[in-house]
């Protein structure tokens, strides 16, 4: 069973707390549980969909192996974000792995179940169709960023999106925010699709403009607003 962090996390996700009572209710009741220590697989690439699923606790790190055998990390999926139902809509196989990133749980509603459930409510066809036309602008934006944008930019901007996904409040300092999912620096320029020195130096950059603070828990954003500038100053450039 989820906890009962876990259970808010799943009814507090932007998408799933837009369906109607009665829908959440069927998914939560079909649904079950699973835990993962930091770094197990939970689903690889190939494989044939077996379930939908959403993250409840920890994150987890979707990626894939170039022919060169280099790991490339597309994303991270926070608590709240349902993945996988795209495999199962097309019927192929899984496109990406995806690991557990920290001690994490996943919330998995058996294909069969969730073909059931779209038979009883038409309203999760629409609000599946809103969900991926968000990921396809998500996609669109993270392609335009990579092919205009300088890596200081696309680096705040994801700095901006892990403290709004993982930020939690600094207790010396309130108006500091530490990003609660600790990523290594070479985690976070796969992200960006960098190398980890070129990221590290734009890190220090930020730090000496005490913007942000590098430490051996992870990152601490000192001034939200300076960090927000820094993208947007850009972004309005081009």
Not at 5 to 13: F, K, P, Q, T
Not at 65 to 71: H, I, L, P, Y
Not at 113 to 133: C, G, M, P, Q, S
Request: positive net charge; hydrophobic residues 40%; contains cysteine.
């Amino acid at each position: 069973m989820l906890t009962v962090d876990e259970r808010a996390a799943i009814n507090s996700g932007r998408w799933f707390s837009t369906l109607s009572p009665a829908l959440r209710h069927d998914i939560l009741r079909c649904a079950y549980v699973k835990r993962f220590a930091d770094g197990a697989l939970i689903t690889a690439r190939g494989e044939p969909p077996e379930d939908w699923i959403a993250c409840a606790k920890g994150a987890v790190r979707v990626s894939s192996t170039s022919v060169s055998g280099k790991q490339i990390t597309l994303t991270y999926v926070e608590p709240g974000i349902w993945f996988g139902d795209v495999s199962i809509f097309d019927g192929d196989r899984r496109t990406h792995d995806a690991y557990a990133h920290g001690e994490s749980t996943v919330l998995c509603v058996a294909k069969a179940d969730f073909k059931k459930i779209l038979t009883l409510h038409v309203e999760l066809y629409e609000a599946l169709l809103r969900l991926n036309t968000r990921r396809i602008r998500q996609l669109y934006g993270l392609v335009e960023d990579l092919n205009t944008l300088p890596l200081r930019a696309r680096l705040a901007k994801q700095l901006v999106h892990l403290v709004r996904s993982y930020g939690v409040a600094s207790l010396s300092n309130g108006a500091e925010m530490r990003i609660g999912l600790h990523l290594a620096q070479e985690e976070l320029a796969q992200l960006l699709g960098a190398s980890r020195q070129r990221v590290n130096q734009e890190l220090k950059a930020m730090e000496r403009e005490d913007v942000i603070r590098i430490e051996a828990g992870g990152l601490v954003v000192r001034d939200r607003d300076a960090l927000t500038r820094i993208a947007v100053a850009i972004d309005t450039e081009r």
